[in-house]
C-alpha cells in the first residue's frame, strides 16, 4: 500500500475525471491510471465504474472512499501529533479541531482571519472531539475551536480555560437530489416505511446531537442503518453517492447544495439543531504554551 493510491482515489471521487485528477497529482493519466488499478489490486475489489462517464464509484468504491479520507486524516494528525514534541516555533499557532470542523470551517474561517488579522503560520490537528479537547487540556495545541450546546458542553474547568464564540453551526438531514431536483430520501418518511439512514458511529459529537433531533420529532422515526462513520465527510461522501440520509453540517454541504448534488431531505426549520461554535485557550496567567502571536490573535478576536 502507497498512501499517494489514497490520496490518487480521493481525487479521482472529487473530480469524476482521470485526466484531471492525473493533472492535479502531476502525473501522466496512464501512469495515474495504473495507481488506481494497483489500489484496486491491493483491496481485491473493483473502486472505480469505468463504464459510465463521468466516472463514478462502484459501491465498494463508496464505502472505501470514506475509510480512505479517514485514513489520511488520521496519519496527517499522527504526523502532527509526532511534531508537537518537538518545541514549536513562536510564530506557529497550533490548533485542535474535531474532524468536522477542519474540512468544512477552518478553511474558510482561515482566509477570513488572514484578509483582516493579516499572515498567520499555523499547524492544524484534525481529531474526534474528545482527543481535540485532549490536545488542549495535555498542552499540546494554543487553541482549540469546538462545538458548543448546552446538552453536551466540554468538559473544561472555566477556572482555567476561557473561550469566545466564532458563530454557529446548524446540522439537518440531507440526501442526493433525484432527476427532478426533490431528494431521494425525506424525513420523517413513509408510514411503516424505514428510511436509509448514514450515521455517526456510537460517541461521535454528532452522532449526540443527531440524536437529540430524533428525540425532539413528532413522530418516531425508523431508521435503517446501513452505514456508520464518526466522520461527516464520510458521510457526506455516501449521501452524495445516493446511499441513504445523513445529518450534516451545513458549511460542509454549502457547495454541494449550490450545485444542486444534495438537497435538504425536510422542510426547513424541522429535524435540526444549531451549535454554538467556540474557540478555546488556557487563560494566560496559567498557559503553559503563552505565544505573543497566539496572544495578540486572542486580543483580535475578543474585539472582533
Not at 502531476?26 to 494497483?38: C, D, E, L, M, N
Not at 483491496?43 to 479517514?70: H, K
Not at 502532527?80 to 477552518?106: C, K, T, W, Y
Not at 457547495?255 to 444542486?260: E, F, I, N, V
Request: charged share 20%; glycine share 6%; hydrophobic share 45%.
Amino acid at each position: 500500500m502507497d498512501t499517494k493510491w489514497l490520496e490518487d482515489f480521493v481525487s479521482l471521487a472529487e473530480t469524476r475525471s482521470f485526466s484531471r485528477s492525473a493533472q492535479l497529482r502531476h502525473v501522466t493519466q496512464p501512469a495515474f491510471s495504473r495507481r488506481i488499478q494497483a489500489l484496486e489490486a491491493w483491496a481485491g475489489v473493483d473502486l472505480v465504474d469505468r463504464s459510465f462517464y463521468p466516472t463514478r464509484l462502484t459501491p465498494a468504491g463508496s464505502t472505501f472512499l470514506a475509510q480512505a479520507i479517514e485514513i489520511l486524516g488520521n496519519l496527517q494528525a499522527t504526523r502532527n501529533m509526532m511534531r508537537s514534541h518537538q518545541v514549536a516555533g513562536q510564530d506557529m499557532i497550533e490548533f485542535a479541531l474535531p474532524h468536522s470542523l477542519a474540512f468544512s470551517f477552518f478553511p474558510h474561517w482561515l482566509m477570513d482571519l488572514r484578509r483582516s488579522f493579516g499572515e498567520l503560520n499555523c499547524r492544524l490537528n484534525a481529531l474526534n472531539v474528545h482527543d481535540a479537547v485532549m490536545q488542549l487540556t495535555e498542552g499540546n495545541c494554543d487553541l482549540l475551536i469546538a462545538y458548543h450546546h448546552p446538552s453536551q458542553p466540554l468538559q473544561l474547568d472555566p477556572e482555567r480555560y476561557e473561550m469566545l464564540s466564532l458563530g454557529h453551526e446548524t446540522v439537518a438531514a440531507y440526501a442526493k437530489a433525484g432527476r427532478d431536483g426533490r431528494p431521494l430520501f425525506q424525513l420523517p418518511g413513509a408510514p411503516g416505511h424505514s428510511v436509509p439512514f448514514l450515521s455517526y458511529a456510537a460517541g461521535a459529537y454528532l452522532g449526540r446531537m443527531v440524536e437529540l433531533i430524533a428525540k425532539a420529532s413528532p413522530v418516531p422515526l425508523k431508521f435503517d442503518v446501513i452505514y456508520e462513520t464518526d466522520m461527516a465527510e464520510g458521510l457526506k461522501a455516501m449521501a452524495l453517492e445516493g446511499h441513504g440520509l445523513a445529518f450534516l453540517p451545513a458549511s460542509s454541504v454549502k457547495q454541494d447544495l449550490q450545485a444542486g448534488r444534495l438537497v435538504r431531505a425536510s422542510a426547513e426549520g424541522q429535524y435540526e439543531l444549531t451549535m454554538e461554535l467556540r474557540i478555546y485557550r488556557e487563560r494566560p496567567e496559567l498557559a503553559r504554551r503563552a505565544k505573543p502571536v497566539a496572544k495578540a490573535l486572542w486580543a483580535y478576536l475578543t474585539a472582533h
